[in-house]
Every structure is written in structure tokens, then in C-alpha cells.
């Protein structure tokens, strides 16, 4: 993990440095194993690498309208956060709906103020 701590947090608020399957821990892939899934094939560089390594949703409906779509670093700064689309995603996992709250939490105290409080800048 060369990319400072800012890189890993994607834009719908999750924390790419602590994901399991990002890191590829042995619990995780004896997971996919016991699905019959090549543990070979479960890898994500997270939400801001390069489009043409491995993501996880490569098609996710967040990454696209916040990145590629409004051109925004995270969902807070849009005027429409949190939006229908964020919200169910927050309903569907428990990390998801931290994700969505620490993105409110962002929001509130400031970008750029809650990152170097957190030493993600």
C-alpha cells in the first residue's frame, strides 16, 4: 500500500486500506474457495486505481455517477447526498451503512478538516 491512507477511502465512504478482499486475507479467499471460486480471481486495487486493473465492481452505479459522472472526490459534495441510489446501498451491509454515515460525518465537520484528523491527508 503506497497510496497515502485519502487514496483508499472510496467515494461512497468505505475504507479500502482495511477491506479483506483488497488485502487478500486467508480467511477471505478460504471463503471464495468454499464457494468453487478461484481465489485468483477475487482481487480489488480499490475504487481510485486504474480502471483496467482489478476492481470489485468495476460497474458500480456510485463510482460511476459520483466520479465519472459529477467529476467529485466522495458522494457528500454532492448537492443531492445522500441520494436514493447511497442510501439502499447503505440498507443492503452493516459496512455499508458505516460508510454512508462516515460520509455525513465528513460532510459535517469538513473534508478536508475530518482527513487530517484522521491522517488521511
Same mark, same amino acid.
Given at each position: ?18 477491506? *479483506? ?5 486467508? &480467511?477471505?479467499?478460504? =471463503?471464495? !474457495? #468454499? ?21 470489485? *465492481? ?5 463510482? &460511476?455517477?459520483?466520479? =465519472?459522472? !459529477? #467529476? ?50
Amino acid at each position: 500500500m503506497d497510496n497515502p491512507k485519502r487514496w483508499w477511502l472510496t467515494p461512497c465512504g468505505l475504507d479500502c486500506s482495511k477491506c *479483506s478482499i483488497h488485502l487478500r486475507t486467508e &480467511q477471505e479467499l478460504d =471463503y471464495w !474457495r #468454499k464457494q468453487n471460486i478461484d481465489p485468483e480471481k477475487i482481487r480489488c486495487d480499490g475504487c481510485r486505481a486504474d480502471r483496467s486493473g482489478h476492481h470489485w *465492481s468495476p460497474e458500480c452505479q456510485i463510482l &460511476q455517477c459520483c466520479v =465519472y459522472g !459529477r #467529476k467529485l472526490e466522495f458522494c457528500m459534495q454532492c448537492p443531492d447526498f445522500p441520494c436514493k441510489v447511497l442510501d439502499k446501498w447503505g440498507q443492503e451491509h452493516e459496512h455499508h451503512a458505516k460508510a454512508v454515515k462516515r460520509l455525513a460525518i465528513m460532510k459535517d465537520a469538513g473534508i478536508e478538516e475530518w482527513l487530517v484528523e484522521h491522517g488521511c491527508s
